[in-house]
Nanobody
């Protein structure tokens, strides 16, 4: 069982930065693939970034829309997954969710993730 709690959302101007945090409970959480998703009003939930330990290093994956601007990382000592968001755009406005997938590969479809946080809101003003 894994429990997730996001924080760090807020209001920021276009071009600004935010760092989202996801605190993960569960002793073996590093076995899970961890993902960040977002959902804007009236739109489907979409993949943003994912990270998975492969036994040697952390594999990462990003949506094309955020590549070069967002960075996903972990701090195992703090049981936390981060999403550093730079050069934010108004179209990044959404509720952001942290999720955990118990399979061994990085997946990008939200229906395949098993555990979800409550979400944190990000608003980027133009």
């Amino acid at each position: 069982q894994v429990q997730l709690r996001e924080s760090g959302g807020g209001l920021v101007q276009a071009g600004g930065s935010l760092r989202l945090s996801c605190v993960v409970s569960g002793r073996t959480w590093t076995r899970y693939a961890m993902g960040w998703f977002r959902q804007a009003p009236g739109k489907e939930r979409e993949f943003v970034a994912g990270i998975k330990w492969n036994g040697l290093f952390w594999n990462t994956n990003y949506a094309d829309s955020v590549k070069g601007r967002f960075t996903i990382s972990t701090d195992s000592a703090k049981n936390t997954v981060y999403l550093q968001m730079n050069s934010l755009k108004p179209e990044d406005t959404a509720d952001y969710y942290c999720a955990a997938d118990s399979t061994t590969v990085l997946r990008t479809t939200y229906t395949e993730y098993d555990y979800w946080g409550q979400g944190t809101q990000v608003t980027v003003s133009s």
